[in-house]
């Protein structure tokens, strides 16, 4: 690996919201290890899913810019599991969300069910924020993720074929 290089897949910083329901291809998200075929195979056409190998550390995120602190928002994954997939089930995954870098998260708790077929979607909701914009740049931007880093136990077999997100009144 050369010198300044990253085993991390990093994604579209510039993502901005588009108004309703936006999705986000995984080669656009950041996966902590996705440069390494080990771990993960991250794809870097549009239609394919990211494939989780192996790791003892799920970490997933991503940012979209020119969101509104008025509404709520919705952001999730759309996922699957291989026949084979291991270590889910048993320790909670979490997905979390803010609003600008230095924002409050909300997160929810996902509990998979390892003998579910077919594709799926988590999700975790952030409602309107609270107090007003504090006029800093980052406040347009949601910053998200799915988290599974606590347990360091070792999990694979997952498909991540896209996350969304959805704006609410």
Do not use: C
Request: charged share 25%; aromatic share 12%; proline share 7%.
């Amino acid at each position: 690996m050369a010198p300044n290089s990253t085993p991390h897949h990093s994604g579209n910083p510039s993502t901005k919201f588009t108004k309703g329901r936006m999705m986000i291809p995984p080669k656009d998200l950041n996966i902590v290890w996705g440069k390494d075929n080990r771990y993960w195979s991250v794809p870097q056409n549009q239609g394919s899913p990211a494939e989780l190998h192996q790791v003892s550390w799920l970490e997933v995120t991503g940012s979209v810019g020119e969101t509104s602190p008025n509404k709520k928002y919705e952001v999730g994954f759309r996922v699957s599991l291989n026949p084979d997939a291991f270590g889910w089930g048993k320790y909670p995954m979490y997905i979390m969300i803010k609003r600008g870098k230095q924002g409050k998260a909300a997160s929810t708790k996902i509990n998979m069910n390892p003998n579910l077929k077919g594709e799926f979607e988590i999700s975790g909701k952030l409602d309107k924020s609270k107090e007003q914009s504090r006029g800093g740049s980052d406040d347009a931007r949601l910053y998200f993720g799915l988290y599974e880093v606590w347990s360091g136990k070792w999990k694979g077999g997952l498909k991540i074929h896209h996350a969304f997100i959805t704006e609410f009144p």
